[in-house]
């Protein structure tokens, strides 16, 4: 069965520090890897997506993701968190036709 | 704000009725996707238009259609309505029929169903 898994429901850092939200992925064949980000009652934003290429991908307000396909997984990184990147993080895979989203982590920034 | 929208933003109904979303993508966007979010299930992909024609079909039931209009706006329907149906429809829109392209979300429909 495909699925996307984002085992953290929440990640705490403080400001000024490195951030990651994992995400790992079980689909056959080469899917797209997406990370979208959910501000408070608000819609989904795109932040950064992998189709083929560098493992290192560069996306949105300074967001970067690292493709590891020995490991299939996709993890969101910032070097330096903000106090406005406080949200809520999906990751998603497209593959076959169809959409697969983990189940969100969210993300607190504490000044 | 994405340029995409969505009415209604909120909408209230009894279980067994139908209702009507609406999206209109962005200018010069030629595909939709419809997603539902709700607390149990998650994030979902329902279905995928493109000019017009169903490109891709995900977690959607059968009480539900969709269709994009030649204006490019789309209308998810949602029939025979359950409680389970409450969730936070959302609308995105791509410029091509590629899965690939980045989608912009709508604010979504939030749909409570007594």
Known sequence: ?111 | DSGVTQTPKHLITATGQRVTLRCSPRSGDLSVYWYQQSLDQGLQFLIQYYNGEERAKGNILERFSAQQFPDLHSELNLSSLELGDSALYFCASSETESRQETQYFGPGTRLLVL
């Open chain 1, 1 to 111: 069965a495909q699925s996307v898994a984002q085992p953290e429901d929440q990640v705490n850092v403080a400001e000024g520090n490195p951030l990651t939200v994992k995400c790992t992925y079980s689909v056959s064949g080469n899917p797209y890897l997406f990370w979208y980000v959910q501000y408070p009652n608000r819609g989904l934003q795109f932040l950064l997506k992998y189709i083929t290429g560098d493992n290192l991908v560069k996306g949105s307000y300074g967001f970067e993701a690292e493709f590891n396909k020995s490991q299939t997984s996709f993890h969101l990184k910032k070097p330096s968190a903000l106090v406005s990147d406080s949200a809520l993080y999906f990751c998603a895979v497209y593959n076959f036709n169809k959409f697969y989203f983990g189940s969100g982590t969210k993300l607190n920034v504490k000044p």
